[in-house]
C-alpha cells in the first residue's frame, strides 16, 4: 500500500472501519460493528463490551451477489417454458 495515496478504511486492503452502536434497540446486539478487508475479502465485524473493558467478537464473510457467485439455494438454469395451448383461465 502506497503511504501517499488515500485510504478508504473498511474498503481497501488490509484495512478496517468500526462504529460505536449508540442507538441499539436490544441488549443482545452488537456494541460496535464495522468491516475489515483482507486478502480482497470484506468482513464484517460485531463486537461486544466485555466485563472488564475489552472488546470481543466475530467476522462473517461479506455476501455477495453475482453471476459468478450465486447465492445459495438456487439454480444456473433457465426457468421452465410453458406452452397454455390457448387455454384461459376462468377467472
Known amino acids: 500500500m502506497n503511504n501517499n ?9 488490509l484495512t478496517f472501519s ?11 446486539m452488537a456494541d460496535w460493528s464495522g468491516r475489515v478487508v483482507v486478502e480482497g475479502k470484506t468482513y464484517f465485524l460485531n463486537g461486544y463490551i466485555k466485563k472488564d473493558g475489552w472488546i470481543a467478537g466475530r467476522l462473517k464473510p461479506e455476501k455477495t451477489i453475482s453471476n459468478n457467485n ?5 439454480t444456473s438454469e433457465d426457468p421452465p417454458m410453458y406452452d397454455d395451448d390457448g387455454d384461459v383461465i376462468p377467472f
Open 5 to 13: 495515496m488515500p485510504v478508504s478504511y473498511g474498503k481497501d486492503e
Open 18 to 28: 468500526i462504529n460505536l452502536q449508540e442507538n441499539k434497540s436490544e441488549d443482545w
Open 70 to 74: 450465486p447465492v445459495i439455494g438456487t
